[in-house]
């Protein structure tokens, strides 16, 4: 018997770097649309995030470290003194209730609208996203995005590095380096998306330049031990055709294995999967596994306690959880004593605003509210 609660790590205490955590498990970073347009985290934010707080570490959204990478509409952002402060009023009330935060920066590339950001998206290479993308306005066509100048390149450098420095200073823990689910990191890792024929471009040493020297200059900003890092080998999402994936991540995980990272996140993380055993063989800090949970389709009725379980017992060392804590804001205490889970309610997931599918999940005891 593993799944006993006396006898599960998940909920054992534990650290990641000076970070003391009370269990193991963390809140996968969710985009929610709830910032204002301008992307400045609002209230609502602060209260749902509070009642989360007893996961051993929140790893809050997506949020974007310029306004050229913004993905979606009310998407928060780390660019400007104003977003320090709204972010300041959620990593105070979270950190009331006890519980730590990270901030995942993520560029969106040419995953992006001019509708949205007013801007003319950026990537590896002009090519756009095959398929629609949600604007203030509804779906709408993708736009051919502008192939990054060596120049645009160094900026965007120094636009990671410099809403890192934003994050601590709006309260949080460390950042997570987005380089996972087609986003701008992964394109270029990508071969579908990086035809670049310079030093970013080409063979796999030149593919992972972009992301080592994201992840090296955020880590000089902030220390490393304040900056995880997020990969998501083989994911197609967002139209992403890697090529080689086998060869990237060995390429990638051994350039960066030395640097002192807080951890690396592996979306979809599978034991029964070559590169897990490979990559938890090469990294030699934290290993964040965010399991399968059958995507797509509803969650285990075990709220994934078994696959996490699973992942642990294959070497993880903390598990992440994205649709269970969206839906039970006590998912702890629910995975600990086998207390059922309510159902995820998807239509509420994204672009929708206010406190319904967001706040209004109800906890153990409480009923869910009349009418959804
Ligand atoms: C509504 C929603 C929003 C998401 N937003 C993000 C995001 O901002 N950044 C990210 O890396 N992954 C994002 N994901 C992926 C989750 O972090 C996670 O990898 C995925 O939900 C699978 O984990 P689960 O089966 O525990 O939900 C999102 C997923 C959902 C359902």
Redesign the pocket.
């Known amino acids: 018997m593993t799944n006993t609660a006396a006898e599960s790590r998940l909920f054992e205490p534990t650290r990641l770097g000076p970070l003391h955590l009370p269990n193991r498990l963390v809140m996968?970073?969710?985009?929610?649309n709830r910032a204002a347009a301008d992307g400045v985290p609002q209230p609502i934010m602060a209260t749902y995030y509070a009642q989360r707080a007893s996961a051993g570490l929140i790893i809050a959204?997506?949020t974007t470290p310029n306004a050229v990478g913004q993905t979606y509409p009310h998407i928060p952002a780390l660019h400007h003194e104003r977003h320090v402060a709204g972010w300041r009023q959620v990593t105070d009330a979270v950190r009331a209730a006890g519980g730590r935060m990270f901030v995942?920066l993520?560029h969106g590339g040419r995953v992006g609208h001019p509708d949205t950001s007013g801007l003319t998206p950026v990537a590896p290479s002009p090519i756009p996203l095959p398929e629609t993308i949600h604007t203030p306005s509804g779906r709408r066509p993708s736009v051919v995005p502008r192939e990054m100048t060596a120049d645009d390149i160094r900026s965007t450098i120094a636009d990671f590095a410099s809403a890192a420095r934003n994050a601590v200073a709006a309260g949080f823990e460390g950042v997570e380096v987005?380089a996972?689910?087609g986003h701008l990191l992964h394109q270029f890792l990508a071969e579908g998306t990086n035809h670049r024929t310079d030093a970013y471009g080409g063979p796999v040493a030149h593919r992972i330049r972009f992301v080592v020297e994201v992840v090296r200059a955020v880590a000089d900003a902030i220390g490393p031990d304040r900056v995880g890092l997020?990969i998501s080998p083989a994911n197609t999402v967002n139209g992403i055709e890697e090529g080689d994936t086998e060869h990237i991540y060995p390429a990638l995980v051994d350039a960066l294995a030395d640097q002192g990272l807080a951890y690396l996140h592996l979306?979809?993380a599978d034991p029964d999967q070559p590169l897990f055993p490979w990559i938890r063989k090469a990294w030699p800090g934290t290993l964040v596994g965010?399991?399968?949970?059958?995507?797509g389709g509803p969650?285990p009725a075990d709220g994934?306690r078994g696959a996490s379980e699973r992942l642990l017992a294959a070497g993880a060392d903390l598990i992440?959880?994205?649709?269970?804590f969206?839906a039970n804001p006590d998912l702890v205490e629910r995975l600990r004593t086998g207390a059922p889970l309510n159902p995820v309610r998807d239509q509420y997931?994204?672009y929708t605003g206010g406190e319904t599918g967001y706040t209004d999940y109800p906890a153990i005891g409480t009923p869910e509210p009349a009418g959804r």
């Not at 996968?28 to 929610?32: F, G, I, Q």
């Not at 965010?290 to 995507?295: A, M, R, S, Y």
């Not at 992440?320 to 269970?324: E, F, S, T």
């Open positions: 996968a970073p969710l985009t929610r959204e997506a995942q993520q987005h996972a689910n997020r979306v979809f965010n399991p399968v949970l059958g995507w969650l994934g992440a959880l994205g649709r269970p969206l997931f994204m």
